[in-house]
């Protein structure tokens, strides 16, 4: 175990399952004491159950980004609990029937995208920051997708040229604008904010169809999560590398 990371706290949203659950495992193993943050209680102690049976330290955290008082109560815990949080994993994210492309995609299931995956983001991060100032060296990942770049959105010779869900797409390309924006706005300080590329895992989020494991999806985020003071900040990044907005 690499002592760097003993005793840090994080707070990975959209915890109890898929690449969020993992991210949680990775960064337990690192030494963290680590918040699994679910809208439902018992799904996430389910989750966080199976992760202490592992001799990880993981604490399940109500949070709906649905609903903000769920937003104002976990933070509220994390200061009374633990006065700061040197790790936030934006991670929960949806996909769901009815959006594609710009032409017919349903409006509501754009919106509704919109408000889980940039709007709500943004409330948690926003309810979060001050914490994350208290630590002395606070990391924020945002977890977007390849499907958020626009460069590759409009390359041809992109594997992602073909995959258009305007609300998926367009929501994680605004994720992306807040890791900039947050990134610009918190230089000169010690946090970093970064977007990361899970790349096509198997979840339910796409019927378990990708052809990576969750652990390769997890790679990405975990690294972000457990950059050293020198690292990057207000980039994006692949398990591979760096990749264009
Ligand atoms: P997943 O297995 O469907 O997990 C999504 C998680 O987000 C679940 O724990 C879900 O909780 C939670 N969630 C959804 N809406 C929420 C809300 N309103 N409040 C709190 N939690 C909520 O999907 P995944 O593939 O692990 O996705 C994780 C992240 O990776 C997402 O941001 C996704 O866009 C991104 N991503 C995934 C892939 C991929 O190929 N899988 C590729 C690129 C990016 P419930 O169990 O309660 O629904």
């Known amino acids: 175990m690499n002592d760097r990371h003993k005793g840090k706290v994080a ?7 898929g690449i969020g659950f993992e991210v949680v495992r990775q960064l337990g193993k690192a030494g963290m004491t680590v918040l699994l943050g679910a809208r439902d209680a018992g799904r996430g102690a389910e989750a966080a159950a199976k992760l202490q049976a592992e001799g990880l330290d ?4 109500p949070l709906d980004l649905g609903d903000e008082a769920t937003i104002r109560t976990a933070a509220e815990t994390i200061e009374r609990e633990h006065g700061h949080l040197d790790v936030l994993v934006n ?3 949806i996909s769901v ?7 017919g995609a349903d409006l509501e299931v754009v919106r509704s995208t919109f408000e889980t995956n940039f709007f709500a983001t943004l409330a948690v991060t926003q309810a979060m920051l001050p914490l994350v100032r208290k630590s002395s060296a606070g990391r924020i990942v945002n977890v977007s997708s390849g499907l958020g770049s626009i460069t590759f959105n409009a390359d041809p010779g992109s594997p992602y040229y073909d995959v258009k869900p305007v609300g998926y797409n367009a929501s994680k390309a605004a994720l992306n604008m807040m890791t900039v924006g947050l990134a610009y706005e918190l230089r ?4 970093k904010v970064n977007s990361a590329d899970p790349g096509y895992t198997a979840t339910d989020l796409n019927g378990n169809s990708g052809p990576q494991t969750v652990e390769e999806g997890a790679e990405s985020t ?3 999560a457990l950059l050293p003071d020198d690292g990057p900040t207000g980039a994006y990044f692949d398990r591979h590398g760096p990749l264009p907005w």
């Open 91 to 93: 991670n929960a994210g």
């Open 97 to 103: 029937a009815g959006d594609g492309p710009p032409s």
């Open 188 to 191: 000169g300080t010690g946090i």
């Open 11 to 17: 707070l990975v949203t959209g915890a109890n399952k």
């Open 58 to 61: 993981v604490r399940e955290l």
């Open 222 to 224: 975990v690294r972000l």
